[in-house]
């Protein structure tokens, strides 16, 4: 291939007035970071760290210009690398793409060799990207509720955000599984398509939104994914059940938690954070499988594909915490 022919990526650039913009451009592969293995990008997935690096925000974005994209799936192009061949089909999730380095929001990306999971055979590259970092990020939330021991016949479980990416696909595997969910949401119109993932009942944020002093609030759910942090995550805390747990995978509600440790030391609720981004190798691929195979979702209600041009739109949209479900990004114009 030639390195130096251009290909569409979605850049976020500072103008020479200092103002960041993010739009349509063109890259070449001699551009790219150092890696092993450069992958033909089939299509990636947006999700809410993606929106933050489109604003440039300095927690995530390191240098402009940046490509964002924290994951893809596609097909190997190039490699060094003995363990994976041109054509093989691949993903690549965290770690430091769309972050540290160029991600996939591009016709091509270059990654080191450790960072690719091969794509399992029971999934297409849209399959995989429905998930995405957001379906991989919820496996996690479910491997740790049942590695606690929490069991479906223990009591309802809670999800919050659960119109979002994590939330919409925590609802969908813990209702497969069995479980009986609560989605959180302030939503009302999104109900049905809520119901239909598998929600057995709807509440508004203000049901888990405690803004008392109380240590301690009445025993509620067995369980919790939480996907928003801030007071939510402590309301959630203080109204676990005894020996239940809380998963913690977002912070759009606050970064700071209020509260004493009497859930923990009273209750034996156990909070476990989920770090999705660098997720060790085996337990990595565990989730893939997981999700290939018995676990595996048909979410094809709850996800819509856009183009390249058209993301700087849907990145507002969730921004404004108008989206639901999952969007596809195919490297195209």
């Known amino acids: 291939m030639d390195h130096a022919e251009p290909f569409p990526c979605l850049m ?4 020479a007035a200092g103002e960041t913009a993010c739009g349509v451009a063109e890259a070449t592969i001699d551009q790219l970071p150092p890696g092993e293995v450069i992958i033909e990008v089939a299509c990636s997935s947006l999700n809410y760290k993606d929106a933050l690096a489109c604003r440039a925000h300095p927690g995530i974005v390191r240098q402009l210009p940046h490509v964002p994209g924290i994951d893809c799936a596609g097909r190997v192009a190039e490699s060094t690398s003995a ?3 041109p054509s ?5 999730t965290g770690y430091g793409l769309g972050a540290d380095q160029w991600g996939g929001y591009a016709r091509y990306v270059r990654v080191p060799a450790e960072w690719i999971v091969r ?11 429905t998930y995405g970092t957001a379906g991989f990020t919820a496996a996690q939330c479910l491997m740790a509720i049942e590695k606690h021991g929490i069991a479906p016949d223990r009591g309802e479980v809670v999800v919050t955000g659960a119109t979002g990416g994590v939330g919409s696909i925590a609802v969908a595997l813990l209702a497969k599984l069995g479980y009986r969910v609560v989605a959180v949401t302030g939503k009302p119109d999104a109900a049905h398509a809520l119901q239909q993932l598998g929600a057995q009942r709807i509440i508004p944020r203000s049901d888990v939104d405690d803004s008392s002093n109380r240590p301690l609030l009445s025993a509620r759910w067995a369980a919790a994914v ?8 402590a309301t959630l805390l203080r109204s676990t059940m005894h020996r239940g747990c809380v998963t913690a995978c977002g912070l759009v509600a606050g970064e700071q ?6 859930p923990f030391l009273l209750r034996g609720v156990a909070l476990f954070g989920i770090d999705s981004a660098k997720c060790p190798r085996d337990q990595r691929l565990e989730v893939w499988r997981r999700l290939a195979n018995p676990w595996k979702l048909d979410l094809a209600a709850i996800r819509r594909e856009i183009t390249l041009a058209e993301l700087p739109a849907a990145v507002e949209t969730m921004l404004a915490g108008k989206s639901f479900g999952r969007v596809i990004v195919r490297p195209t114009v």
């Open 83 to 85: 363990e994976f061949l």
């Open 88 to 92: 093989d089909p691949v993903l690549v």
């Open 119 to 129: 794509l399992p055979p029971e999934l297409t590259p849209e399959e995989a990207m």
């Open 226 to 233: 939480d996907t928003v942090g801030g007071n939510i995550l």
């Open 257 to 262: 938690l209020a509260l004493t440790v009497h």
């Open 12 to 15: 976020v650039r500072r103008s």
